[in-house]
């Protein structure tokens, strides 16, 4: 719950507050619950919302310089021949992984400083695909729980998805690369 408010408060501490509004929400609220949707989306949802309103409260002031980010996403374009063409079994899908597994040792892979690379990444995306990302494949919930948190609708959801893995791919990439070339 805590990584969840930290993609819309700025602090840590700001962000544990809102876990502990967000729980005192769930309790008051426990007997209004009608069972729509799971309890675990429902609190993530109660969540999402204390965080969003907390966020926006605390966001009134602008950084100058984050306000450069928005208009260098261009939605991260990617180029048609890095996917399988449509005669193919797995049209669409990406077309080599990013580096083949024979010439990187798996403990390179899992280690720190590659998961490093990795959060890293995730963090520099902009708010609305770092929440996408983290809860679908750090958090491991559903496209429809991680639609029902964020009140998105599947198709947003799906090319915001989309969009952060392809950024956060290019990050591991870079970062193979340059053991490679060391």
Do not use: C
């Not at 609190?43 to 966020?55: E, Q, V, Y």
């Amino acid at each position: 719950m805590l990584r969840v408010a930290l993609m819309y408060v700025s602090s840590r501490a700001v962000a544990e507050e809102v876990v502990q509004e967000a729980w005192l929400g769930v309790l008051a609220g426990l007997s209004r619950f009608e069972g729509r949707s799971s309890l675990k989306t429902w609190i993530f949802r109660i969540l999402t919302n204390t965080a969003m309103t907390r966020g926006e409260r605390e966001g009134r002031s602008v950084p100058f310089s984050s306000l450069a980010g928005d208009a260098e996403d261009d939605g991260s374009v990617v180029e048609a021949d890095r996917f399988l063409g449509p005669d193919h079994r797995w049209a669409g899908h990406w077309a080599s992984s990013p580096r083949s597994p024979r010439d990187v040792p798996e403990e390179r892979l899992l280690a720190a400083e590659a998961r490093d690379r990795i959060a890293e990444a995730i963090a520099a995306l902009p708010p609305n695909q770092r929440a996408v990302i983290t809860l679908r494949d750090v958090d491991g919930f559903t496209a429809e729980e991680a639609r029902e948190i964020l009140d998105v609708s599947e198709a947003n959801q799906r090319v915001l998805l989309h969009r952060a893995r392809t950024k956060v791919r290019q990050a591991l990439e870079d970062y193979l690369d340059e053991e490679a070339a060391a």
